[in-house]
């Protein structure tokens, strides 16, 4: 879900969803049902001047719900024909329809019950429905991103390189990414984009290891400092790249998986604090260097369209990105005192991508 926007127009509430970048208007009875849901969990909203009437702007729908509800579909659908109950709607579209039918049978709706918002202290009356009452079980785990991004790539999360690479190396990379706070299904993707194989030799560019750690050229990590958050010893940790127990400098030393992992991963936690946990922009940090806090400085959140000049991969955030499936694109992370950040990735053109390849 990409967001929900609630509007109150002539004394009735207006819902339209935007559901993998398509435009689903709600009929007001929906509407007021996925308002019950919205508010009995919390979700918090933005509020908008949209057409200058006020709009309450609700992101984020848990990826695991949708995943379960997807799985419920064919039971759903036979439902509401048996039902009659909502006549002339397309449920393979109507991601947020599906959605409130779905949660309809976990009994988050209360009968002929009026909902009122401490937000905004305006009230809607909830229509009774308990009609509604498949058996199925299902996760209440919601997730609230901070902010959303829209990005145009191909989508390669399928690929045989992705698939090697989730066999291999997920294990390795959850356990440094949870070490530092980072998300690990991004990590992952670096790692997958980076090189998609651990190899123990230095590669043409200078890069070592799966991470292609920067050994060799004008600028390179060996002998320099790097530090991050450690989230299990709960402490500052500094390392210098390449250098052993002894003080000895000693580049093999990423041919280890896991010492490479360790470093990209404290490389991407440090990029975080330079960028104030913007997860894109230490994306792009990452590859082409701090430059790219220069470009946040001066062009705001316009920036990812002005990398023209930007040295390596200007197009690094999208190639990395490609990698994550649409059902896996939430980064969660974190910062040193605890502040937990969600950020909803979305590829707006995902599906027909998919189609043409």
Known sequence: MDYIDFQIIENEIVCTTVYNGKKIKLSIEEAKLFFRILVKNNYNYRELLVNDIKTLRYYGVSQKLFLQVRKNRPKIKKMVNRKNKYVGTTLAL????????????????????????????????????????????????????????????????????????????????????????????????????ERGTHSTEVSQGGGFGLFQIQVEGSWNWVGKSVSAYNFETQQMETIVVCQNEDGVIDVNMLADLDYNTKVACM??????????????????????????????????????????????????????????????????????????????INNVYANSLNKTR
């Open 94 to 193: 109507s991601g947020s329809l599906i959605l409130l039918l779905t949660l309809n049978s976990i009994g988050l709706f209360c009968n002929d019950k009026e909902v009122v918002s401490t937000n905004n202290k305006e009230t809607f009356s909830v229509m009774n429905d308990d009609k509604l009452s498949p058996n199925m079980e299902m996760e209440e785990n919601i997730i609230i991103p901070d902010s959303i991004f829209n990005f145009e790539y191909e989508d390669r999360s399928s690929s045989d390189k992705a698939n090697l690479a989730r066999c291999l190396y997920t294990d390795v990379v959850t356990k440094y990414s949870n070490m530092y706070g980072l998300p690990s299904n991004l990590m992952l993707a670096v790692g997958t984009q």
């Open 267 to 344: 490389i991407m936690a440090s990029d975080l604090v330079y960028c104030d946990y913007d997860i894109i922009a230490s994306l792009q940090t990452y590859n082409s260097g701090t430059n790219v806090i220069n470009l946040k400085k001066e062009y705001g959140e316009d920036w990812i369209n002005h990398r023209e000049n930007l040295p390596g991969d200007t197009e690094y955030v999208e190639h990395v990105l490609s990698y994550l499936s649409q059902e896996d694109n939430l980064l969660q992370y974190k910062d040193m005192n605890g502040k937990e950040y969600t950020v909803a």
